[in-house]
């Protein structure tokens, strides 16, 4: 596909958008400072603050040795008994972003589906690769499980999310919660994860041409800053989710991706073996959909449906 064809199979409201955005979403340079100075061109403007949502920043424990996490608390100014909690895990590409950009829709999660939420911050690739980023949100929510009595959280229904890279690591972590046997999640909502460091399905070549948002280049660099220059023969499924064996034992759970998307072929078959492994998934593809469009052209009816889609889904797993 070139980019003519590309921008032709766009959803209309979101063709109208993509001049601005690809303009803004360049390839990540690979010099750390450069690429830090340039946080991937995401555009990340303040959200309007909800007076019925209370903010809190601080840190928590992080992983043994390692140094403590960054975490934004979102939770209703006025409430009553104990919540559902979830932890958010932001995009970025592995190298970039922060738990204070998707201030917007962690609110909204609050006061529409009915829960706390923690944003967990991680230390980003390359300067931190693999195992760091997913054991640093592994702590974040082992403190969220842990701390459920102070923060008024039913421990017995925490959720994770996440987009892309975010989405990515929320699928890795739940792989971990699960082996590891001490958060039992009760769902987890991946917003076009980043899965599969291989870039063998025909999506990962068909959104292969500069221009393009998040294109095949792109993707490698951030998947190759993230496993690190001394990447094992085997890389575990807790980086790259879609290697792992048996998906059995995940939680019920969300997923979406667009057409126009390199991760659609990939969420795809990974919702199919949750699926077949008689899990509780719901898969929504958006046509003409690419990677990010929620967040780069938010309003666009398309971009509004699905947000509201992935409230909603929350909101009702969280009420079971």
């Known amino acids: 596909m070139n980019l003519t064809e590309y921008e032709a199979a766009m959803d209309p409201e979101l063709r109208e958008g993509f001049a601005r955005i690809a303009a803004r979403f360049q390839n ?7 690429r830090r ?40 100014a006025e409430r009553s008994g104990a919540l559902p909690g979830m932890l958010w895990i932001h995009g970025g590409g592995f190298t970039a ?9 962690c609110q909204r999660f609050v006061t529409e589906s009915g829960c706390l939420v923690v944003s967990a911050g991680y230390r980003l690739a390359p300067e931190h690769p693999f195992p760091a980023p997913p054991e640093d949100c592994y702590a974040a929510l082992r403190w969220l499980a842990g701390s459920a009595g102070e923060l008024g959280v039913d421990g017995g229904r925490i959720a994770i999310g996440g987009g892309s890279a975010g989405g990515g690591l929320a699928a890795g972590v739940a792989l971990m919660a699960r082996d590891r046997g001490e958060i039992p999640l009760v769902f987890e909502l991946l917003i076009y994860p980043c899965l599969d460091d291989r870039h063998e399905t025909p999506s990962s070549h068909e959104i292969a041409a500069e221009g393009m ?32 064996v048996d998906v059995a034992g995940l939680p019920p759970t969300f997923l979406m991706v667009g057409t126009l998307d390199l991760m659609r072929d990939e969420n795809i078959a990974y919702a199919q073996r949750l699926m077949q492994a008689g899990i509780a998934t719901e898969l929504h593809v958006y046509p003409g959909a ?31």
């Open 28 to 34: 990540p340079p690979e010099d750390p400072v450069a």
């Open 37 to 76: 100075n340039q946080r991937l061109a995401i555009p990340t403007p303040p959200a309007p603050r909800d007076e019925r949502v209370r903010i809190e920043d601080r840190t928590v424990p992080g992983p043994p040795g390692a140094p403590e996490v960054p975490v934004r608390i979102y939770a209703p």
């Open 97 to 105: 972003g922060t738990h204070t950009q998707n201030d917007a829709l």
């Open 213 to 244: 948002v998040w294109y095949r280049d792109q993707s490698q660099r951030g998947w190759r800053a993230y496993l690190g220059s001394d990447r094992p023969a085997e890389v575990s499924p807790y980086a790259a989710p879609a290697r792992v």
């Open 290 to 320: 690419f990677h990010g469009f929620y967040t780069f052209v938010p309003e666009a009816p398309i971009s509004r449906r699905a947000t509201d889609e992935m409230v909603d889904a929350l909101g009702r797993a969280l009420r079971r």
